[in-house]
């Protein structure tokens, strides 16, 4: 019985050598079946994440073939390889390495590809929260599993109910940064210089420091996200000028435009909101001295899809302890105002976020959190527990004396 197809997915094909020369580089190709279609894209020795290009290889390769049927079935009959397709052709985007909608489709073609969409049911979740390996990441695919199928029943192409089965939704992350560490971690991305071997001469074997900066870039994102809260994705994409595909920071009017231009809007909130004040100022020189080209977060001359390995490196250099990512900017900058005071309502608009998860997240910290009611409880107005407990204790103690 011929073997099920797992769908098109993206996959590195080693380099091929022969004896010690590589007769062909190591690439990024898309699988189908018995197929191999080429991306164009070449794989480092230590890459283990496709780039942008090759998800949009993916995406573009699934949209062009695959064409499947958009009629009311059983869901005994309905590949969930179709179900996938469907809502990436009409609903999915180019990606990044912050907004991955392809590669998550990708990863749920491999095990869902070949599967009836009637097989969908809480063992094979689990079965794939045990193959994926990691359960907050098999929790966002799984909810873009959930989010295609009812897509596809909302177009009314399938008769019956399937339900998706997520593991549990894991605790908020509570790790922000203080002042002084923030201050520490700009400091070593701005200060570091980066290191190379000698090779020759008496010094061989031997560090030196070169004149090369290589972690400005991770200075200027963190500095962004500290003070705007923005999420990682839009940061890494804004840009002083107007472009499609990227977010836009107005410099005239100080307003940073977080939705990418031309990009649908979604349920992460990516609303338009004031420059604070000493960023814009920054901001402004690095386009006056033209030390930005296209995007303010730019390594090279040329815009990052990533920072996850410079931002690493700068937490190793501050010391910082605990897990910090780049989201964990997001979380100070949501902190610091609720340490500040600021009304739920206006921070809450500032960040792009709902008052809901504001404070069920970040209240706490606010300097008014539950005072009322604590205050309420030891009113004037009335006699408060403990001292009634007290009270009480004095007037057993006076009996027993007496």
């Not at 769908?7 to 091929?16: D, I, S, T, V, W």
Request: hydrophobic share 35%; net charge positive; glycine share 10%.
């Amino acid at each position: 019985m011929p073997r099920p197809s797992k769908g098109a997915r993206l996959y590195k094909r080693r380099a091929r050598l022969r004896g010690r020369k590589v007769v062909a580089q190591a690439v990024w190709i898309i699988k189908d079946g018995g197929r191999h279609i080429a991306t164009g894209c070449l794989a480092g020795p230590t890459e283990t994440k496709p780039p942008r290009e090759a998800e949009q290889a993916l995406s573009d390769y699934i949209a062009q073939k695959y064409q499947p049927e958009r009629r009311r079935r059983d869901i005994e009959e309905i590949d969930c390889a179709d179900v996938l397709s469907i809502y990436l052709a009409d609903a999915g985007e180019a990606g990044n390495e912050f907004d991955d909608l392809s590669s998550r489709i990708g990863r749920l073609n491999e095990f869902w590809g070949g599967k009836m969409l009637a097989a969908v049911n809480s063992h094979d979740c689990g079965e794939y929260v045990k193959h994926r390996g990691n359960r907050g990441g098999s929790r966002r695919d799984l909810e873009t599993l959930r989010a295609a199928i009812n897509h596809h029943a909302n177009q009314g192409f399938h008769r019956g109910i399937v339900r998706v089965s997520l593991p549990p939704k894991g605790e908020p992350r509570d790790r922000w940064l203080t002042r002084n560490e923030a201050a520490a971690l700009i400091w070593h991305c701005w200060r570091y210089r980066e290191k190379q071997t000698v090779h020759t001469g008496k010094g061989k074997g031997q560090p030196v420091l070169t004149t090369k900066r290589p972690l400005r870039h991770v200075a200027r994102f963190i500095l962004i996200g500290i003070y705007t809260g923005t999420r990682a994705g839009a940061i890494a994409t804004a840009s002083p000028y107007p472009e499609q595909g990227r977010s836009f920071v107005d410099l005239e009017r100080g307003i940073f435009y977080r939705k990418q231009i031309g990009k649908r809007a979604t349920k992460k909130r990516q609303t338009p909101a004031p420059v604070p004040p000493r960023l814009l100022a920054h901001m402004r020189r690095w386009a006056r001295l033209r030390l930005v080209a296209q995007c303010f977060v730019e390594f090279n001359g040329k815009p990052v899809a990533s920072v996850e390995k410079g931002f690493r490196s700068a937490v190793g250099l501050a010391g910082l302890s605990g897990k910090v990512t780049p989201h964990t900017l997001r979380h100070t900058a949501a902190t610091w105002l609720m340490q500040r005071g600021v009304p739920v309502w206006e921070a809450a608009g500032f960040l792009g976020m709902s008052a809901e998860v504001l404070l069920g997240t970040y209240g706490h910290h606010h300097p008014d959190f539950l005072h009322g009611a604590a205050n309420a409880i030891t009113s004037k107005h009335r006699v408060s527990v403990v001292e009634s407990v007290v009270g009480l204790e004095d007037a057993r103690e006076k009996r027993q004396k007496a």
